[in-house]
């Protein structure tokens, strides 16, 4: 039987992923930072972690539970939304911690495996705005081109291990608690520099008169995880969301 480790499965699209791959028959080993079992269905082949992907130890416990491990999705991230300016150095400290050295941490910590049997997916979940730069994404942003760069390059050198890297980019999902979730941490610590306000407005407008057909939904992301997971010959981006699809299209 297949086995998957999935970070940030509690919610979002770690939590439409699960629930696709427990549909479609795999083993499945849901790392949440706070476990709930509640929130996925009772099955002998879940397995609830605990897994803070900034914690080395908790990293290394969570591997050691999971035992075999086919993919891993890197799914775990955090947002924020804020103009360079009115974004501090903890945050972008923060950001580059969950979005980018964990997802390393986690590869560097399945690989040795995966190398061994010569087999092997690692999914790395980025974001569409690595595709077209939004405004006061700056620091997310970043966390997430570096992510990119981190999967192109590891993609390179897993081939010779019959190790395929992946990256998936999902659009805006105003479906998903994300985004709310950074807005509030962004307004715990001062909200918007007064000069900026014009552009979140505009922003704001923008996000506004979406439909929820040019969106991402989360079970997009799912799908996207499923072809990255079990397709050979899938792109090593894979956009995941109307949005994201058009982007990538769009060049």
């Known amino acids: 039987?297949?086995?998957?480790?999935?970070?940030?499965?509690?919610?979002?699209?770690?939590?439409?992923?699960a629930n696709l791959f427990l549909d479609?028959?795999?083993?499945?080993?849901?790392?949440?930072?706070?476990?709930?079992?509640?929130?996925?269905?009772?099955?002998?082949r879940l397995e609830v972690v605990a897994l803070d992907v900034t914690d080395p130890l908790a990293i290394e416990a969570a591997v050691k539970q999971a035992g075999s491990i086919d993919v891993l999705v890197n799914n775990a991230g955090?947002?924020?939304?804020?103009?360079?300016?009115?974004?501090?150095?903890?945050?972008?400290?923060?950001?580059?911690?969950?979005?980018?050295?964990g997802p390393m941490a986690l590869?560097?910590?399945?690989?040795?495996?995966?190398?061994?049997?010569?087999?092997?997916?690692?999914?790395?979940?980025?974001?569409?705005?690595?595709?077209k730069p939004l405004p006061l994404l700056s620091a997310y942003t970043a966390s997430k081109a570096a992510l990119n760069a981190l999967t192109e390059v590891s993609a390179l050198?897993?081939?010779?291990?019959?190790?395929?890297?992946?990256?998936?980019?999902?659009?805006?999902?105003p479906t998903t608690?994300?985004?709310?979730?950074?807005?509030?941490?962004?307004q715990e610590q001062g909200?918007?520099?007064?000069?900026?306000?014009?552009?979140?407005?505009?922003?704001?407008?923008?996000?506004?008169?979406?439909?929820?057909?040019?969106?991402?939904?989360?079970?997009?992301?799912a799908e996207a995880v499923w072809q990255a997971a079990t397709d050979p010959a899938s792109p090593l981006r894979i956009p995941a969301g109307a949005d994201a699809v058009a982007l990538a299209l769009a060049g």
């Open 1 to 17: 039987m297949n086995s998957i480790l999935i970070t940030g499965a509690s919610a979002g699209f770690g939590l439409a992923t």
């Open 24 to 44: 479609r028959g795999w083993r499945v080993i849901a790392g949440m930072r706070t476990p709930r079992s509640d929130v996925l269905p009772a099955s002998d």
């Open 78 to 101: 955090i947002g924020w939304m804020n103009a360079v300016e009115g974004t501090s150095s903890e945050t972008a400290r923060a950001l580059f911690e969950t979005n980018t050295y």
């Open 107 to 131: 590869m560097q910590a399945v690989l040795p495996q995966m190398r061994e049997r010569r087999s092997g997916v690692i999914i790395n979940v980025s974001s569409s705005v690595t595709l």
């Open 157 to 173: 050198e897993l081939a010779p291990f019959d190790i395929r890297v992946r990256i998936v980019l999902p659009g805006r999902a």
């Open 177 to 186: 608690s994300f985004g709310d979730t950074a807005r509030a941490r962004m």
């Open 191 to 221: 909200g918007f520099p007064e000069p900026y306000l014009p552009v979140v407005k505009a922003v704001m407008d923008a996000w506004a008169n979406e439909s929820e057909a040019e969106v991402t939904q989360a079970i997009d992301v």
